[in-house]
């Protein structure tokens, strides 16, 4: 176990990053960890391939910017024990900047604040979310934004997406290790009912619900995903930890 030494935070503009930037420092400072704010431009992404005086001008105007905007999203955390270096990127695509950024950095977790338009009740996630989702190679922590309690409350949902022994084995050791190296409490969620699951979320208070990663045929066909409706309906934090056929390859926090 190669524990949590660093944190990615995906600073999006988009979505209220500053919930992100909180739940990675209270993880920082239970394992001692460096964090990472990241933000990728693809507005520009018509200036990459240009060599022009013009489109060169555009992307030094663009990165200065973001990192302006890393640079005040530092700023807003309090004290100065926690060890954080801010990175600018232009790319084609987001996926392709956040993807380029993790395989660079090898985090151990990725931190992004989900999107949204209210605070009533959750919403499902929107494509480029999804997309990170099935394809973020490393554990991703989503979150809303919701508090944690003193005693932070962790769960596994060990057989959502069907029984894999080795993705079962995962989940164990990884809300186990989460909840010692906070202080928390953690407990198992047997079944795959998104409603029962919802349920125990809101009898035992938990704070974070551990899952696997979806699995990649989840996603064809016109009805939504098992990870897309329980992310419509839960509202505390997920982590997502990658399906087991792609963790051969990955880094993170049980690599």
Not at 53 to 79: F, H, K, Q
Not at 112 to 122: A, C, N, Q, V, Y
Not at 138 to 163: E, N
């Amino acid at each position: 176990m190669n524990g949590l030494g660093s944190i990615l935070v995906l600073a999006d503009r988009a979505s209220e990053t500053q919930a992100a930037v909180r739940k990675a420092s209270v993880m920082a400072r239970h394992f001692k960890a460096r964090i990472e704010l990241f933000a990728c431009d693809a507005d520009h992404a018509w200036a990459l391939a240009d060599a022009s005086p013009v489109a060169r001008a555009a992307i030094a105007n663009c990165l200065a910017g973001t990192e302006r905007y890393l640079d005040a999203l530092r700023g807003s955390v309090a004290g100065n024990d926690l060890q954080i270096t801010t990175k600018a990127a232009c790319a084609n695509s987001m996926e392709e900047g956040i993807g380029a950024r993790i395989r660079a950095l090898h985090p151990d977790l990725v931190i992004k604040t989900l999107m949204s338009i209210s605070d009533i009740e959750p919403m499902p996630p929107r494509p480029l979310e999804m997309q990170l989702m099935r394809c973020c190679a490393v554990p991703l922590l989503v979150t809303r934004g919701r508090s944690w309690r003193p005693t932070t409350k962790f769960a596994a949902a060990i057989d959502l997406d069907g029984y894999d022994p080795a993705l079962t084995a995962k989940l164990v050791d990884t809300v186990r290790f989460l909840a010692l190296g906070s202080g928390g409490e953690h407990s198992l969620i047997h079944g795959s009912s998104v409603e029962a699951i919802k349920k125990f979320i809101e009898e035992h208070q938990v704070d974070v619900l551990v899952i696997g990663g979806p699995r990649a045929e989840s996603w064809q066909g016109p009805d939504a995903s098992l990870t897309e409706r329980l992310l419509s309906v839960v509202e505390c934090d997920v982590l997502i930890v990658p399906a087991t056929e792609a963790s051969s390859t990955s880094t993170g926090l049980l690599s």
